[in-house]
């Protein structure tokens, strides 16, 4: 599945939430993430993704595996995306790390998500803060075929439009690139 994705920097965030609050109700939760490459980079570079994910939040802690291939779609940076529930997060990060995989980066997020359907799809918003970066974002994504990118993208947008998110808001940044270049 192709995670079809868009990142907003959100202007105000208060009216955003109180619309979201509208719609749906909040999962607040915590992310620990923790990105891994092979020692010669070559993920990074091909634009692919490794990360064991650790999610504190009210209904307690569980943690995910991922990984993400190379975007399918550069405006947005949508990627297929592979994720699977682990029992044991030490445990993932030692297989990771026997396997041979080196750590990039590790910071939190500080998340706010609501699940809701719109233009018949099943969309996840979600409003972020990472202490290390200023401002907040909203990334809202559904999951699709390879085939459905483009329409789902359209529905996205007018998710986002609807919130009073547009075009000029869109940002392809990543928190990995803007963490490394805080920490300099």
């Known amino acids: 599945m192709i995670e079809a994705e868009l990142k907003a920097r959100v202007r105000e965030p208060k009216r955003v939430v109180r619309q979201l609050d509208e719609r749906a109700t909040a999962r607040v939760e915590v992310y620990r993430d923790t990105y891994y490459d092979r020692p010669d980079g070559s993920l990074e570079r091909a634009g692919e993704e490794l990360r064991v994910r650790t999610v504190h939040g009210g209904d307690g802690t569980r943690t995910v595996l991922t990984y993400k291939g190379?975007?399918?779609?550069?405006?947005?940076?949508?990627?297929?995306?592979?994720?699977?529930?682990?029992?044991?997060?030490?445990?993932?990060?030692?297989?990771?790390?026997?396997?041979?995989?080196?750590?990039?980066?590790?910071?939190?997020?500080?998340?706010?998500?609501?699940?809701?359907?719109?233009?018949?799809?099943?969309?996840?918003a979600t409003l972020v803060r990472v202490p290390e970066i200023d401002g907040t974002f909203l990334e809202v994504e559904t999951l699709v075929d390879e085939d459905q990118v483009a329409a789902a993208l359209d529905d996205v947008r007018a998710v986002l439009a609807g919130l009073g998110i547009g075009a000029e808001d869109l940002t392809v940044e990543t928190y990995t690139g803007a963490v490394a270049a805080r920490r300099g």
Not at 98 to 108: D, K, P, T, Y
């Open 70 to 124: 190379a975007a399918v779609d550069e405006e947005s940076g949508s990627k297929p995306e592979h994720e699977t529930r682990v029992e044991d997060a030490e445990e993932a990060h030692a297989i990771l790390r026997g396997l041979g995989h080196v750590e990039l980066i590790a910071f939190e997020k500080r998340c706010r998500n609501y699940a809701f359907e719109a233009h018949g799809r099943q969309m996840l």
